[in-house]
């Protein structure tokens, strides 16, 4: 086993909101807890429907149906489901949300979660692994929501889906304790799977790209009857790539079905099922620093693996729901997802820090990684929504009760080799040998060997009650009540232990408050005011034992406007977050954790996404954040998760006439202040990148783009937060073309 099994880096991996793995892309080798790696198919696709609820003037029978189609200039959308579990405008919300949509993600090429979440308004994405990243917000980590019911899966490091499996990423940002529970206080990513549409759709991409990057997908939506009551959509890919570090292999399968049943003209079913396949050749987690305790400038394709590394995951997903109308004002919901993913891998890691001046390390054969083991979730989502008048008044009602599971296996074999290679170049790391038949076991004779069972659930009751007091004010009054409960204990290869009390929290109150008044038909005002605790279970502590909970809440105010009858929205935020017990490196331990003393995070923020003139569709951000501790007791705290200037933005023009009709041009910045790592000698300054897309409608059915990311080639980290590794470069300039069909 390494000698590094239960060094991980600080904070904790969101899970049904608790902290029980590594955070940010920990490596799983260095933890006993492992960590392995929309209805549109396009400008012609079904459409989804969801429901806008009323004005204050409105009758209660009368709901008003907003369709969001993915046309050109859909780069916002005018409702969202996921503060309410009913449509409501992205102006009626009292939260900052950003919207990923689908027309939004083909023009930008983004194929997996971390390509969307690096060009959401506010959030650093910090890389893992060759198959998965965490995401934060204003300095804490997001937790992820699948169709509005919290999911623990999403935001591990496991292997996540790709992306052609979704309609949109929507993404709530600051705390959201209230639908949630335990949560990260970042916010929540909510996937919204694909459904099928009522029209026959079929769509396709293939694509070609820098480092042998080649991709096929497909999207097909049919009505299976005649009345269209019962429909099905299947979104299918295959992806071979390599990576723009040395010796790395990607290859990638996905199949995704949903099948949509009208039972009653009442009643709704939908059950979807999605299966992935990674198989990864000497996978990637970052460089380590240098003897110096910089960073490795000599070099982006450095990959500290090697050729006979591997890490394979196989990851299904099943999600169920019935939806019911009660009357014309109600519907209730019922919903479950199960997930469960299988991995194994191997790999030799760092034994030493790479020499400043030669570029030259140390392996042993005692420093090998090698793990296998299974991460299952179960979610639970059972809610009715509905309206009615009081006072001339038409008032919003929510209540439900949620449950979300977790559960983590991981086996560590006896390693039995001792070889030791000295002077190996972090540039040529394919000199490592593999490891020799037999010296790695994991049965349960082996001395060595020994594996973990790490479970925790919660449970929670929650309501939120949108009320209208008098015209064009409304005010939300919301909380919830949770349980959460967390054990551990040894399990297979080590002999089985009784199972140990990691955390266990009765009664947990999380309030939240709100209200939002319409200046103009266009424009609102809001204020909120939110709560989240976040347990962080473990033994994290040098002298054993978990940390406390971390606990906090938020405050935020601002204004939101809506324009062209919901294609362009803007919003600008103040925000004011304070926390207790964030978990951080214990300064004198290597692996181990302290908790903060206050912590205190202020800044604001703006965004526009939409069509602000025909054919000129634009996506906008920009988001300042200060971080304050009380009594701050590590140098890698703060910047390394909250820088404190963010800029994103993306315009895109479509030609609409001429002898060049159909041509369009995009172009988008990526800007951020200084970065801070592990030590202050590994600081990524300020940067910039560029990218761009060139794109041509061929005919109705046909249109080609080239895409360009870091036109200037510029050689940054997006990452630098560990020692022996965790440290990642970002890619060089490449490019992507991709021809896309429509029927």
């Known amino acids: ?64 149906t907003i369709e969001v189609r993915a046309n050109r200039g859909s780069y916002t959308v005018p409702a969202t489901d996921m503060w309410a579990k009913s449509g409501a405008a992205l102006k009626d919300v009292p939260h900052s949300i950003s919207v990923i949509t689908q027309e939004r993600m083909q023009d930008s090429n983004m194929l997996t979660m971390t390509d969307a979440m690096r060009q959401v308004n506010g959030i650093r994405v910090l890389p893992g692994s060759s198959a998965s990243s965490n995401f ?31 309609d949109r990423i929507e993404v709530l940002r600051g705390a959201a304790g209230l639908l949630q529970g335990a949560g990260g206080a970042g916010g929540v ?26 991709r096929a997908d497909i999207d097909l939506s049919t009505p299976l009857n005649r009345s269209g009551t ?14 723009f570090y040395q010796y790395s292999h990607s290859r990638k399968w996905q199949a995704y079905g949903a099948l949509e049943w009208d039972i009653t003209p009442t009643t709704t079913f939908l059950v979807s099922h999605a299966a992935q396949q990674q198989d990864i050749t000497a996978p990637y987690f970052g460089l380590p620093v240098t003897t110096d305790r910089t960073l490795w400038y000599g070099g982006r394709s450095a990959n500290p693996s090697q050729p006979w590394g591997y890490s394979n995951y196989m990851t299904q997903q099943t999600a169920v729901s019935l939806s019911q109308k009660i009357g014309r004002d109600w519907t209730l919901t019922a919903r479950g997802t199960f997930y469960d993913q299988s991995y194994d891998m191997l790999y030799n890691e760092p034994w030493t820090t790479i020499d400043a001046k030669s570029g030259l390390l140390t392996y042993e054969d005692q420093g090998i990684s090698a793990q296998k083991g299974t991460n299952s979730s179960r979610s639970a ?16 009602l929510l209540v439900g009760f949620n449950y979300n599971s977790y559960d983590q296996y991981v086996a560590y074999p006896d390693i039995t080799g001792s070889g030791v290679y000295d002077n190996v170049s972090i540039n040529n790391t394919a000199t490592v040998p593999a490891p020799a038949p037999g010296s790695i076991s994991y049965a349960r004779s082996s001395g060595g060997a020994e594996g973990s069972d790490d479970d925790a659930w919660q449970w929670g009751f929650y309501g939120q009650l949108r009320l209208q007091p008098v015209r064009n004010l409304s005010l939300v009054l919301g909380g919830r009540i949770s349980r959460f409960y967390e054990h551990e204990r040894d399990a297979a290869p080590s002999p089985r232990g009784a199972w140990a009390t990691q ?21 609102s005002w809001y204020a909120s005011y939110a709560s989240i605790f976040t347990p962080s279970v473990g033994d994290m502590r040098y002298r054993g034992g978990g940390l406390a909970p971390q606990l906090g809440n938020q405050v935020e105010t601002g204004f939101k406007g809506e324009y062209f009858h919901g294609r362009l929205n803007v919003s600008t935020a103040l925000f004011r977050m304070e926390s207790v017990n964030q978990p951080l490196s214990d300064p004198e331990h290597v692996g181990f954790y302290i908790t903060t003393g206050p912590i205190r995070r202020q800044g604001w923020e703006a965004q526009m996404d939409g069509e602000i003139l025909p054919s000129l569709s634009v996506s906008i951000g920009y988001t300042y954040l200060d971080t304050k501790l009380s009594n701050p007791s590590s140098a890698d705290f ?15 023009y479509t030609l609409p006439a001429g002898r060049l009709k159909g041509l369009s041009l995009g172009a988008g910045i990526d800007a951020s202040s200084n970065l801070r790592g592990g030590y202050p000698t590994t600081v990524q300054g300020g940067y910039m990148t ?17 895409n360009a990311n870091n036109l200037t080639n510029r050689y940054y980290y997006e990452r630098a937060s560990g020692v022996w590794q965790l440290n990642f470069p970002a890619a060089p300039r490449n490019f992507m073309a991709t021809l896309r069909a429509t029927y």
């Not at 019962?230 to 990576?243: G, I, K």
């Not at 989502?381 to 919003?396: N, P, V, W």
């Open 136 to 166: 934060y917000s204003r300095g804490y980590q997001l937790t992820t929501s699948l169709d509005g019911t919290p999911n623990a899966a999403g935001t591990l490091n496991n292997a996540t889906f790709d992306l052609s499996m979704y």
């Open 230 to 243: 019962l429909r099905f959509r299947t979104a299918d890919l295959f992806e071979d790539n390599r990576y």
């Open 638 to 652: 703060g910047g390394a998760y909250s820088p404190h200037h963010m800029f994103k933005s993306w315009v895109h």
């Open 189 to 214: 990513v909510n996937e919204v799977t694909k459904k099928p549409g009522r029209d026959f759709a079929l769509s396709g991409a293939a694509g070609i790209g820098s480092f042998d990057h080649y």
């Open 503 to 523: 955390s266990d929290i009765h009664a947990q109150l999380t309030p939240y408050l709100g209200t939002v008044y319409q200046i103009t038909p266009n424009l």
């Open 1 to 64: 086993m390494s000698r590094f099994s239960k060094a991980f880096p600080p904070v904790g991996i969101v899970l049904c909101g608790c902290l029980i793995a590594p955070p940010a892309g920990a490596v799983p080798h260095r933890t006993r807890h492992p960590a392995p790696p929309v209805a549109t198919t396009g400008r012609h696709a079904p459409h989804a429907t969801t429901k806008a609820q009323p004005g204050p003037d409105a009758t209660v029978h009368a709901p008003e």
């Open 381 to 396: 989502d059972i809610y009715a929504t509905g309206a009615f008048r009081l006072f001339h008044h038409t008032h919003h």
């Open 690 to 706: 560029i990218d761009s897309v060139m794109g041509y409608v061929i005919n109705r059915h046909l249109r080609v783009q080239i």
